[in-house]
């Protein structure tokens, strides 16, 4: 007697290999296929013939990070069939903190509430600032500095898919210089801290390193300061991420000075390069 029978489903393994349609049941988190019409089970559906199961999809770039903890069951990406996906993008993740936030481009709702601006917007705000924001608005509070202090919060929060967290070259920039994150060079101390920061995280269980070189501060970083970051994730086999310079169409990321056009290329040689 098994759990569940899927009755004459196609199934798209993920192999490559055709579809092809056969009988799946579950018993006790495992899979048995094969002919099951003489195996009964406590659930057992006749499958539509549009019906596809398959395994789980990845999605190998997200920025869902902090709504894990508003909907932690993530049904918008359950029902799209995700299982896993790989957050902290594009040089952006939810740790480390220090005094200041860096603020995302997804926060756009949040930023003129915080910090009144009329043209430019401001890259960081204070975390006491950001707190009491979240507490009002989403019913959390981002308490955490560093990055084993967020990946316990997720895993207090239950949630329902699997989640592969990056650390944010950003992210260490601005826990690092703070609003002066944006500057270019700097110094050989500071690099050295974003390097802590980075092993820190590996060593919590971060996946590698991401880079959002169109993005703030990202834009105003130079390869060997990369470099270095990644060579600590090197050495726990991780792996590292770009946003690659001149990809995006933030200000500045399609025009070099002068205005002419950007060489496309050159983000690419760049990230293969680093």
């Not at 192999?15 to 089970?41: I, K, Q």
């Not at 659930?43 to 709504?67: K, M, Q």
């Not at 834009?219 to 600590?232: D, F, G, K, M, R």
Request: aromatic letters at 10%; one cysteine or more; a negative charge.
């Amino acid at each position: 007697m098994l759990d569940m029978i899927f009755r004459d489903i196609a199934v798209c393994d993920g192999t490559g290999d055709p579809v092809f349609r056969t009988d799946v049941g579950v018993a006790e988190g495992r899979l048995v296929t094969g002919d099951l019409s003489d195996v009964g089970a406590h659930r057992e559906i006749n499958a539509d013939p549009d019906w596809i199961l398959a395994p789980g999809f990845i999605d190998v770039h997200s920025h869902a990070d902090l709504t894990l903890f508003s909907y932690p069951d993530a049904r918008n990406l359950a029902y799209q069939g995700v299982t896993t996906y790989v957050g902290g993008n594009c040089g952006f993740s939810p740790a480390p903190i220090d005094e200041h936030y860096l603020l995302k481009f997804w926060e756009y709702d949040v930023w003129h509430d915080l910090v009144h601006y009329k043209y430019t917007e401001p890259m960081t705000a204070s975390i006491e600032n950001i707190r009491a924001a979240m507490r009002d608005r989403q019913g959390w509070d981002p308490d955490w500095h560093e990055f084993s202090e967020f990946l316990a919060r997720v895993h207090d929060a239950d949630i329902g898919l699997n989640y592969v967290p990056l650390v944010g070259h950003n992210t260490v920039r601005c826990a690092v210089m703070g609003p002066e994150a944006d500057r270019p060079g700097p110094s050989s101390e500071q690099v050295r801290a974003m390097c802590a920061y980075v092993e820190d995280a590996m060593q919590a269980g971060a996946a590698g390193l991401s880079t959002g070189m169109d993005y703030r501060p990202g834009s105003a970083t130079n390869p060997s300061e990369v470099v270095a970051l990644a060579e600590v994730v090197r050495g726990y086999g991780g792996i590292y991420v770009t946003h690659w310079r001149g990809s995006g169409i933030t200000k500045g990321a399609r025009t070099e000075p002068g205005g002419r056009p950007r060489n496309r290329l050159d983000g690419l040689l760049e990230a293969i390069d680093i």
